[in-house]
């Protein structure tokens, strides 16, 4: 299978590209490294990459003519400045679009697209939130734009799979708490953790599905959650378990901002039933191996699309 992947150099769509590769798919990749990282993506003989932006309409189109994908995994997002409305519009929305006119121009037979849980806003009033709860994206640019291109591809008529998305995180994570607590732990610094609860999920379980959707598996809109969350403060204390801290350093607990939701927790009932109950990695375990891996490769980002006060 020809399978083309936006942002794929990215903690998601690496992921994804690898393990298409390992099962004998062509693969095509483009990406302007405005987040993702070169290392992730490994030369291979059936690999195609290309640098450059969604935005750029010309150059999506001529890449879709010259590699024909029966498939294309739209993972390029804009996200790491919550003031840059600008990028995120012209990346997210813009870009978005771009992407979706390509796929019906080229006759993609399936196209898989990643959303926010965020596109509930943060005071969700449900806990799990069910895919009948309400879309109100108020808390930040990149909530606002990516639902906006969601909102198109569903009138779009083409084939698609939206996975709406728990924190996602892994060896490849640029973005959330993970090298943020890794990073400041490893220079000595004061963590702070607030007294909020997330679901976190782990890439390559999110790849494995993901690669079912592109074979054809599933039809619309999808929670991709475990079914349960974590208290930050616990993700904080395994992050430094695994990294051997002894004793581990108590974080500061702050009261939830203005612009943190207290708990996001997604309903992924209707994704069991379409696609079985899914294996998920034990937390501990996937935190293990994603310290590992920054203690082997370094750490990259610790960006956030909510705004921060940041701390020396």
Request: proline share 7%; hydrophobic share 45%.
């Given at each position: 299978m020809k399978v083309f992947i936006t942002g794929g150099a990215g903690n998601i769509g690496s992921t994804i590209?690898?393990?298409?590769?390992?099962?004998?798919?062509?693969?095509?990749?483009l990406d302007d490294f405005s987040t993702g990282k070169k290392h992730h993506i490994q030369d291979h003989e059936?690999?195609?990459?290309?640098?450059?932006?969604?935005?750029?309409?010309?150059?999506?189109n001529k890449l879709m003519t010259d590699f024909q994908p029966e498939a294309v995994v739209h993972c390029a997002a804009s996200y790491k400045d919550p003031d840059d409305w600008v990028t995120d519009t012209m990346v997210n929305s813009v870009g978005g679009v771009n992407v979706i006119q390509a796929c019906q121009k080229h006759n993609v037979k399936r196209t898989i697209y990643f959303q926010t849980a965020?596109?509930?806003?943060?005071?969700?009033?449900e806990h799990p939130i069910t895919l009948n709860h309400p879309i109100n994206p108020d808390n930040s640019s990149y909530a606002?734009?990516?639902?906006?291109?969601?909102?198109?591809?569903?009138?779009?008529?083409?084939?698609?799979?939206?996975?709406?998305?728990a924190n996602v995180i892994g060896?490849?994570?640029?973005?959330?708490?993970l090298p943020i607590f890794y990073q400041r732990l490893k220079e000595g610094k004061q963590c702070f953790a607030t007294k909020a609860r997330r679901d976190f999920i782990y890439t390559p379980d999110l790849a494995k599905l993901v690669v079912r959707a592109v074979d054809g598996e599933g039809n619309g809109i999808y929670h991709f959650s475990s079914g349960s969350d974590w208290a930050i403060k616990d993700f904080y204390d395994l992050v430094a378990g695994a990294m051997k801290?002894?004793?581990?350093?108590?974080?500061?607990i702050k009261e939830l901002g203005a612009d943190d939701a207290?708990?996001?927790?997604?309903?992924?009932?209707?994704?069991?039933?379409?696609?079985?109950?899914?294996?998920?990695?034990?937390?501990?375990?996937?935190?293990?191996?994603?310290?590992?891996?920054?203690?082997k490769h370094g750490v990259h980002g610790g960006y956030t699309h909510l705004k921060i006060n940041k701390e020396d």
């Open positions: 590209a690898d393990l298409l590769l390992a099962r004998g798919d062509q693969v095509l990749v059936n690999l195609t990459f290309v640098e450059g932006s969604i935005v750029d309409a010309e150059l999506l965020l596109c509930y806003g943060i005071h969700p009033t606002i734009t990516k639902t906006s291109v969601e909102e198109v591809l569903r009138l779009s008529g083409i084939d698609y799979v939206t996975f709406r998305l060896p490849r994570t640029v973005s959330g708490p801290l002894d004793p581990i350093p108590a974080p500061e207290a708990s996001i927790l997604l309903d992924p009932s209707r994704t069991f039933a379409d696609f079985g109950e899914i294996e998920f990695t034990p937390m501990e375990q996937a935190i293990h191996d994603i310290v590992a891996y920054y203690d």
